[in-house]
């Protein structure tokens, strides 16, 4: 693969970053509850963070040591229903959104892996993947932390 390929799919999981970021902010905007609103927006500040790791990985690909880790999965997020978005939605259930999209992401790149042309690709697609599956044991964590969704 050239490196002008590559720098395509890096382009491609930047615009993704942004999209999630447009979402996480607008759904900010669109809930009353004080602590959902202020998770939306630390998601939204943690997507805009993740697309300008990706220009510096476009850059430098020495930066794709920081997705190499693996990351434990907890599969919590598989257990949880896909809940509407909606004005006065529960904590939970905002982490529950934001776990699906994070794992909808890690399911994107997995394909994009499994289907790559090349192991440089291939590594390209997978250290994005492990970084999604990191902002979803992030998320999971927080719906741990704050308890299931009975509690609230």
Known sequence: MSTNDLNKLIDFA?????????????????????????????????????????EMYRNNEAVAELFKR???DYKITETQDLPELSINM???????I??????????????????????????AMMNL??????HKHKLENAFVEIGYPEVF
């Open 129 to 134: 993947a492990n970084m999604e599956m990191g």
């Open 98 to 123: 934001a776990m699906k999209r994070e794992l909808a992401a890690a399911e994107l790149y997995r394909s994009l892996a499994e289907n790559a042309i090349n192991q440089r690709e291939r590594e």
């Open 90 to 96: 529960k904590p939970a259930d905002a982490i529950a």
């Open 70 to 72: 693996e990351v434990a």
């Open 14 to 54: 930047i615009e993704q970053e942004h999209a999630a970021y447009e979402f996480y902010k607008s759904a900010s905007e669109k809930v009353s509850n004080p602590g959902v609103k202020q998770l939306f927006q630390e998601l939204a500040q943690d997507e805009k963070g993740h697309a300008n790791l990706l």
